[in-house]
């Protein structure tokens, strides 16, 4: 991963691990049901952002450094990666 996604991811996790502490503050202290669900909806869509910029780098630059390599079974091997990892992500 390179730095600038690992500084962005990481800052984007911290303020992740935040909303986390607040939902389960939220919970503690009893709150309303349709509230704790709003925060968990934008949990996961902070998680989703998270898991786009981490597959973004990992196209722009391990698939395409396959490519660029010219070996034809580093690209399957990557384009397999690829695929089985997108098939996880949408389950």
């Not at 502490?21 to 919970?27: E, P, Q």
């Not at 990992?58 to 990892?85: I, N, W, Y």
């Amino acid at each position: 991963m390179h730095d600038t996604t690992k500084r962005s991811v990481s800052n984007r996790l911290k303020r992740i691990e935040g909303q986390v502490g607040g939902l389960r503050r939220m919970v503690e202290a009893n709150r309303y049901c349709v509230d704790v669900l709003t925060q968990i909806s934008a949990i996961r869509a902070a998680l989703h952002k998270v898991e786009a910029e981490v597959l973004g780098d990992h196209v722009s630059h391990c698939v395409a450094g396959a490519f660029a390599s010219g070996d034809p079974m580093d690209q399957r091997q990557k384009v397999q990666e690829l695929v089985d990892t997108i098939g996880r992500m949408t389950r």
